[in-house]
């Protein structure tokens, strides 16, 4: 009698416990659904509301950017890979007028990016912010010191960014400023920690509530400086996008390679002063000339090396010059230039020979490790080294005239743009690493006895090439008659 009685109170606790589990999942069901549908209602029409936002903002822009002549390009690297992308229709865009230009994340409010020329919007400056206002944005200038104006102790500021908010949405403008000397190129300033703390108090405001976070906004673009080439794919292509005449890089695919890579570091003008006002007041007239013609060399070998698409960057001597002086090494006797193994062509031997150089030697193999030398008509020596690219660290192999060899290693490294003599050109992002360990920790001296294989505690001796291997990795072309040819 007892285990029928247990039996039943099993059963009825069962019974409870299944009753309350179905309870329990109506009620997550019911909620969830509830939740989904309410969020969903709102979440349609908040990204509906936020398309109408975005077409209205950039028709107004646009139009207030013809008036002012401040021709916009598009810098959206979002935007821009979907350009010719056939779509019939965008997410929630139910009227599908904005199918390109408009994004669609409402929880992050989509910051659309343009770019201008700086000469364009300077000119007109004051009119155009003060049209912007009258239009209903809240405008936010972002603006930094002019680095042409090489140790003024009170430069000019120049315009970096310009931000607008209006009716919960975002646009900025990224300004495009040209320098250099005899190769132009575009560069566009950085934004300070505290200049992006004055941007997001300033545009906060006037985007209210819901949105995710402003800072977040700040992550997706870049905050430091940026480099770029100044040639045929950067040039804007006029074309109807969302029935928008917008003009769009006229290659986008590379310059969206090169908007990856547009990394720029500034010199550090006042360091350079300290150290010519301490080492260099006066330079001799020899070495003024060497520093103008190694500048030129430098042009020249720039245009080559794009003419057949192969990157370098400055290295030994001149990084050291770069890193330390802002200039070329008065009492240097060569340039120095950095490729790596996996961008190295054997055409750059007949491109410097056809563009008036003399092939003068050949040291190692692209195996083993490479190095080339080559004089201008000046007699001016400019070194290429081969770098290799391995797992955990990065080699490149120097040979001594005898035939020995020297190993040099450094821990992994990034490259950016930076000026030098007027030229953009690729630098450590880390130069100070670089320095010290291939110059030693006198490097921030002249030290005009310096030898690479004296001298550098970070040179590892290999050993001296075999008789039989140096016949095959050493080419010195003793072509006296053609280099006086060249001279004349």
């Avoid at 009753?19 to 979440?43: D, E, K, P, Q």
């Avoid at 009119?127 to 239009?135: G, R």
């Avoid at 007949?350 to 008036?356: K, L, V």
């Avoid at 100070?432 to 690479?452: A, C, E, R, T």
Wanted: aromatic share 14%; net charge neutral; hydrophobic share 40%.
């Amino acid at each position: 009698m007892s285990g029928k009685m247990d039996f039943s109170k099993q059963v009825s606790a069962l019974k409870v416990r299944t009753l309350l589990t179905a309870v329990c999942c109506v009620c997550v069901i019911s909620i969830g659904y509830s939740y989904f549908f309410v969020h969903n209602f709102h979440f349609l029409k908040l990204s509906q509301d936020n398309i109408d936002n975005q077409l209205e903002n950039i028709e107004t822009l646009l139009v207030a950017s013809r008036t002012h002549t401040v021709p916009l390009l598009l810098f959206d690297i979002d935007i821009l890979p979907n350009i010719f992308v056939p779509r019939s229709k965008t997410w929630k865009d139910t009227l599908h007028q904005c199918k390109i230009l408009c994004k669609h994340h409402p929880e992050e409010k989509n910051v659309i990016t343009f770019a201008a020329l700086a000469t364009k919007f300077i000119a007109s400056k004051e009119d155009y912010i003060n049209s912007l206002k009258h239009l209903g944005f809240t405008v936010h200038l972002s603006e930094v010191a002019d680095p042409k104006q090489k140790g003024h102790s009170n430069p000019d500021m120049i315009p970096a960014y310009l931000w607008m908010a209006r009716k919960k949405h975002v646009i900025h403008i990224a300004f495009l400023h040209e320098r250099g000397d005899d190769i132009k190129y575009m560069w566009v300033g950085p934004v300070t920690d505290q200049d992006w703390m004055d941007t997001v108090a300033a545009i906060t405001p006037a985007i209210g509530e819901g949105w995710h976070s402003i800072d977040a906004v700040g992550a997706k673009f870049p905050r430091y400086a940026q480099g770029y080439d100044l040639s045929h794919r950067f040039t804007g292509l006029p074309i109807y996008i969302d029935n928008h005449r917008i003009s769009v890089p006229y290659h986008i695919r590379a310059f969206l390679d090169e908007y990856a890579n547009s990394r720029f570091i500034e010199c550090d003008h006042a360091k350079a002063e300290n150290f010519v006002a301490k080492y260099e007041i006066e330079i001799p007239q020899q070495d003024k000339l060497f520093q103008e013609a190694a500048k030129k060399m430098l042009v020249e070998t720039k245009k080559i090396f794009e003419k057949i698409k192969v990157p370098f960057w400055i290295t030994g001597g001149t990084v050291l010059g770069w890193y330390r002086q802002c200039n070329i090494i008065s009492y240097d006797t060569n340039l120095d230039i950095g490729v790596w193994k996996h961008d190295y062509k054997e055409e750059i031997i007949s491109a410097m020979e056809e563009n008036g150089f003399f092939f003068k030697s050949k040291f190692g193999t692209l195996k083993e490790g490479l190095e080339l030398a080559f004089l201008d008509k000046s007699d001016t020596k400019i070194n290429i080294h081969v770098f290799s690219n391995g797992h955990d660290h990065v080699t490149h192999l120097r040979t001594r005239k005898d035939g020995k060899r020297f190993l040099f290693s450094y821990p992994p490294f990034e490259l950016c743009w930076s000026e030098f003599v007027g030229i953009k050109v690729k630098v450590y992002c880390d130069s100070l690493m670089y320095v010290s360990l291939y110059f030693g920790p006198g490097w921030y001296k002249p030290q005009k006895d310096w030898l690479w294989y004296v001298n550098s505690n970070h040179a590892i001796p290999m050993g001296h090439w075999t008789q039989h291997e140096w016949k095959s990795v050493m080419q010195v072309h003793h072509r006296e008659s053609k280099k006086e040819n060249l001279k004349k």
